[in-house]
């Protein structure tokens, strides 16, 4: 374990800035935090939860997976040191779960691969709930992370404790204004810290009597109905979301004999994304398309699909807080769980 001096974590970022492309919090003309390329002038530790999770840094919403050039077909496979500082536990969980699904028993998707083998996360542990919308503990991802991290900072005031998750991380430690820190009194005030985060952070009974209820198959069609015919099929529930992991892919010409094939987010909520070659479509309806997918986040899950078998949703709110028409997790669990 390591203490590092809050005045000196600037010095740290520029560092590792020359190691790493370094992704971090900071503040834009139009008021709002969002994760960039580290800027001195910019960065910040005055922010909450971010508008995106950094899903993105490994399955970024549009990339380029073919090139056709010269009568020549060129598989496009990217990835580079990156490290994301900053990033809360929900979202290390979101990440993990994306890149589980996109490795299944003997099939890897190369793409999210080889970025992700590049990717340092380090963890800004939450000293409490970054919003009202926030109910990680209920699912198990936060507000600080178990694994999954190269390195956890944990603020103490003026100073930060410092714990690695991996060989990785720690050697980014091992010298410099990093000091030593006795290991038991480093602890005893991590696990001071973590009792009164996730105390601070309200528990949803809901949850899990609405999961129960959707295990039994006891939840009235009427629920998925009511939110169908509110739902204005926008997709931003599912593009704020850190764990949906929908795409399609597209190809286009660039110019005579030439083109790209594209990967992009795509939404189960859209009406074309299950629609069949035959012009069929299993989930014809909003309701449908609604209750699928709120069934991927609660219901359907297991070892393989999801990392340590958790939720396949993380808590984070994100659904609830940017969906226009108010139907995220947080108003389907209670509706599920009200109605009778």
Same mark, same amino acid.
């Given at each position: 374990?390591?203490?590092?001096?809050k005045?000196?974590l600037?010095?740290?970022?520029?560092?590792?800035?020359?190691?790493?492309?370094?992704?971090?919090?900071?503040?834009?003309?139009?008021?709002?935090?969002?994760?960039?390329?580290?800027?001195e002038?910019t960065?910040?530790?005055?922010?909450?939860?971010?508008?995106?999770?950094?899903k993105?840094?490994?399955?970024?919403?549009?990339?380029?997976?073919?090139?056709?050039?010269?009568?020549?077909?060129?598989?496009?496979?990217?990835?580079?040191?990156?490290?994301?500082?900053?990033?809360?536990?929900?979202?290390?969980?979101?990440?993990?779960?994306?890149?589980?699904f996109?490795?299944?028993?003997?099939?890897?998707?190369?793409?999210?691969?080889?970025?992700?083998?590049?990717?340092?996360?380090?963890?800004?542990?939450?000293?409490?709930?970054?919003?009202?919308?926030?109910?990680?503990?209920?699912?198990?991802?936060?507000?600080?992370?178990?694994?999954?991290?190269?390195?956890?900072?944990?603020?103490?005031?003026?100073?930060?404790?410092?714990?690695?998750?991996?060989?990785?991380?720690g050697?980014l430690?091992?010298?410099?204004?990093?000091?030593?820190?006795?290991d038991?009194?480093?602890?005893?005030?991590?696990?001071?810290?973590?009792?009164?985060?996730?105390?601070?952070?309200?528990?949803?009974?809901a949850?899990?009597?609405?999961?129960?209820?959707?295990?039994?198959?006891?939840?009235? =069609?009427?629920?998925w109905e009511h939110?169908?015919?509110? !739902?204005?099929? *926008? $997709?931003?529930c599912?593009?704020? %979301? #850190?764990?949906?992991t929908?795409?399609?892919?597209?190809?286009?010409?660039?110019?005579?004999?030439?083109g790209?094939?594209?990967?992009?987010?795509?939404?189960?909520?859209?009406?074309?994304?299950?629609?069949e070659t035959?012009?069929?479509?299993?989930?014809?309806?909003?309701?449908?398309?609604?209750?699928?997918?709120?069934?991927?986040?609660?219901?359907?899950?297991? =070892?393989t699909?999801?990392?340590?078998?958790?939720?396949? !949703?993380?808590? *984070? $709110?994100?659904?609830?807080?940017? %969906? #226009?028409?108010?139907?995220?997790?947080?108003?389907?669990?209670?509706?599920?769980?009200?109605?009778?």
């Amino acid at each position: 374990m390591k203490i590092l001096a809050k005045k000196d974590l600037l010095n740290v970022l520029k560092n590792w800035s020359g190691s790493y492309d370094v992704f971090a919090p900071g503040i834009k003309e139009t008021g709002d935090t969002i994760f960039d390329c580290f800027d001195e002038s910019t960065f910040t530790l005055d922010y909450g939860k971010p508008p995106l999770p950094q899903k993105s840094e490994v399955f970024p919403q549009n990339e380029i997976i073919f090139e056709l050039k010269n009568g020549e077909y060129r598989e496009v496979i990217t990835g580079n040191e990156k490290m994301i500082f900053g990033m809360r536990a929900c979202d290390v969980m979101g990440m993990r779960q994306a890149s589980s699904f996109m490795t299944r028993g003997d099939v890897t998707d190369p793409y999210c691969k080889s970025k992700e083998e590049g990717v340092l996360k380090v963890i800004m542990a939450c000293a409490g709930p970054q919003s009202e919308t926030c109910f990680c503990t209920t699912v198990g991802s936060g507000p600080f992370a178990e694994k999954g991290f190269d390195l956890q900072f944990y603020d103490m005031g003026d100073e930060f404790l410092v714990e690695a998750g991996s060989e990785r991380g720690g050697n980014l430690i091992v010298k410099g204004p990093f000091l030593e820190i006795d290991d038991a009194e480093a602890r005893t005030r991590i696990d001071e810290f973590k009792i009164k985060a996730s105390n601070s952070v309200e528990e949803m009974p809901a949850l899990k009597e609405a999961m129960n209820r959707l295990r039994d198959g006891s939840v009235s =069609e009427e629920v998925w109905e009511h939110f169908g015919r509110k !739902c204005i099929v *926008c $997709g931003g529930c599912a593009f704020v %979301c #850190p764990t949906c992991t929908c795409f399609n892919v597209s190809d286009y010409v660039t110019k005579p004999g030439e083109g790209l094939r594209v990967r992009s987010w795509d939404a189960c909520l859209f009406g074309g994304f299950t629609r069949e070659t035959s012009g069929h479509n299993p989930r014809g309806s909003q309701a449908l398309r609604l209750k699928r997918r709120h069934e991927h986040k609660l219901l359907y899950y297991n =070892e393989t699909d999801i990392q340590d078998g958790l939720c396949g !949703c993380v808590g *984070c $709110g994100r659904c609830s807080d940017y %969906c #226009p028409v108010h139907i995220g997790t947080l108003e389907v669990v209670k509706a599920i769980a009200e109605a009778r």
